[in-house]
């Protein structure tokens, strides 16, 4: 999935106990220095510049059993937001999420997310490609251990570089965004079959070429305020099958799931894919 963020402030989420406000001028390296907060540290990459789309990265190193969360950040947690309204010679940012790791939030659920480090992928489109481009993001997060600590770090950085130092890290982080895919495609790893019982149950089948394969499945609604659960995994399902259910609970008041856009991303051990589905 790709989020395109609007060049206007996002507000802050407060979490617990503190925050962390960072600032750094901007540079013409290709990536901006580390801005080091609570238990995390955050900085701009830049990749090599050609024509009016250029890809940009935001990279976070955590602390040893810290993690900060995915788009959807589960159970509980709050996902990061990004303000790149003041940057220069930008029309728009569209953020890219690698496929996120699922974990116990400590109350007796899951988050999803991330840990030790991770790259989020950005396509930049120039307003004018002949330009220069200054990227400047503002970041909000969590990072969470027992507790969740909110931060915040403020950064800039040029896009100067014909050919960046970033390229290759840029190329595996866009390697671990989930490909889009459709139910039934012949993938290692795919969906079968997505169906609603008479209980309000949606029960989805998952095939893989290595049974072994350890396996998640994430959903999420037609808009950020669809609060789905986490599909559940069956312990039994027909051979070659890897089956999992969820409820639809969590919906907005008067939403109706009947035609309701959805999107299941699944994620093996080698590879994610994504899947765009109306509710029947």
């Given at each position: 999935m790709i989020?395109?963020?609007p060049?206007?402030?996002?507000p802050c989420?407060?979490?617990?106990l ?12 290709d990536?901006?220095?580390w801005q080091?907060g609570?238990h ?8 090599s ?21 995915w ?9 990061p ?5 003041r940057s220069d ?5 569209t953020?890219?999420w690698?496929a ?10 899951h988050?999803?997310g991330?840990?030790?480090q991770?790259?989020?992928?950005l396509?930049i489109a120039?307003t004018?490609a002949?330009k220069?481009?200054?990227l400047r ?8 251990a027992?507790l ?6 403020t950064m800039?950085l040029?896009?100067?570089?014909v ?5 290759s890290?840029?190329a ?5 965004v ?5 139910i039934?495609?012949p993938n ?9 019982d ?6 989805v ?11 998640n499945l994430?959903?999420e609604?037609?808009t950020p305020?669809?609060?789905?659960p986490i ?16 409820k639809?609970?969590g919906?907005p ?7 309701a ?7 093996g051990d ?6 765009n589905?109306n509710?029947n």
């Amino acid at each position: 999935m790709i989020i395109k963020v609007p060049l206007y402030a996002v507000p802050c989420v407060a979490v617990a106990l503190l925050g962390c406000a960072l600032s750094i001028p901007a540079t013409a390296q290709d990536s901006s220095p580390w801005q080091q907060g609570s238990h995390a540290a955050v900085r701009l990459l830049a990749g090599s510049r050609s024509g009016a789309v250029l890809l940009g990265g935001i990279a976070f190193q955590l602390e040893p059993g810290w993690k900060t969360f995915w788009r959807t950040p589960g159970d509980s947690g709050v996902p990061p937001r990004f303000d790149f309204s003041r940057s220069d010679n930008v029309d728009a940012v569209t953020v890219l999420w690698p496929a996120p790791s699922k974990f116990p939030d400590g109350a007796g659920g899951h988050a999803l997310g991330y840990k030790e480090q991770i790259v989020l992928p950005l396509r930049i489109a120039a307003t004018n490609a002949e330009k220069p481009i200054t990227l400047r993001a503002t970041v909000n997060f969590a990072v969470c251990a027992k507790l969740c600590i909110p931060a915040e770090a403020t950064m800039e950085l040029a896009f100067a570089s014909v050919a960046s130092a970033e390229d290759s890290a840029l190329a595996a982080a866009l390697d671990m965004v989930p490909k889009p895919a459709r139910i039934g495609d012949p993938n290692p790893l795919t969906i079968r079959d997505v169906r609603r019982d008479e209980k309000s149950t949606v029960i989805v089948d998952v095939a893989t070429s290595n049974p072994r394969d350890e396996v998640n499945l994430f959903v999420e609604g037609p808009t950020p305020d669809w609060s789905l659960p986490i599909p559940t995994r069956h312990e039994h399902a027909p051979r070659g099958v890897k089956r999992f259910s969820f409820k639809l609970d969590g919906l907005p008041a008067n939403a109706n799931a009947e035609g309701a856009a959805l999107k299941l991303t699944l994620v093996g051990d080698k590879s994610a894919y994504e899947f765009n589905i109306n509710l029947n």
